[in-house]
């Protein structure tokens, strides 16, 4: 694991009790050029207010840690 993806897990091991708390979780797939891949789980997959989560609270965050990052998305 590199030093940006050790950031971006510290970034997901912050906001992961919110997730966890409504029965989700997120997980990082991966890393390159400066987007970040993600995959929401449980409930966070099929919840209808998941793209405000991405981006408000997850994208914020690993942001937070890790600047060089340009977006975060959401994968299957």
């Known amino acids: 694991m590199n030093d940006l993806e050790k950031k971006i897990n510290t970034a997901l091991d912050e906001i992961r009790p919110f997730l966890l708390n409504d029965g989700g979780d997120v997980e990082l797939v991966s890393c390159e050029k400066g987007i970040v891949k993600v995959r929401l789980l449980g409930a966070c997959h099929s919840c ?15 942001k937070k840690y890790a600047p060089q990052v340009t977006e975060v998305i959401a994968i299957s």
Do not use: Q, W
Request: net charge positive; charged share 20%.
């Open 48 to 62: 209808n207010i998941n793209k405000m989560t991405l981006k408000n609270g997850i994208e914020a965050t690993i």
